[in-house]
């Protein structure tokens, strides 16, 4: 069974950065396209930032220039480096493989991590 453990979240000014991580356990993450996403209060959770397993990444327009996605297949780990934070970017973000061809998860939920931004 996948297990997948968000952390890094935390309360931030607007034009700080936080680094958020995400553990996998129980899968063949190395093989795995993963992503990030982010679900604001009333909002649809929505894909921001997706990584190959070979590392190319691809971002949505709203945080391009401002995240990055990176991870570490010999941890099992994913990151996301959140630049330049904006009050609409606060959010439970997750992560989580993606299905190939689609923004579609792969796998259930962990709990996510909570980002709040102050204006």
């Known amino acids: 069974q996948v297990q997948l453990v968000e952390s890094g979240g935390g309360l931030v000014q607007a034009g700080g950065s936080l680094r958020l991580s995400c553990t996998v356990s129980?899968?063949?993450?190395?093989?795995?396209?993963m992503a990030w996403y982010r679900q604001a209060p009333g909002k649809q959770r929505e894909l921001v930032a997706r990584?190959?397993?070979?590392?190319?990444?691809n971002y949505a327009d709203s945080v391009k220039g401002r995240f990055t996605i990176s991870r570490d297949n010999a941890k099992s780990a994913l990151y996301l480096q959140l630049n330049s934070l904006k009050s609409e970017d606060t959010a439970v973000y997750y992560c989580?493989?993606?299905?190939?061809?689609?923004?579609?998860?792969?796998w259930g939920w962990g709990q996510g991590t909570q980002v709040t931004v102050s204006s």
């Open positions: 989580n493989a993606v299905q190939y061809g689609t923004e579609s998860p792969l």
């Open positions: 129980g899968s063949f993450f190395g093989i795995r396209p």
């Open positions: 990584i190959s397993s070979s590392g190319s990444t």
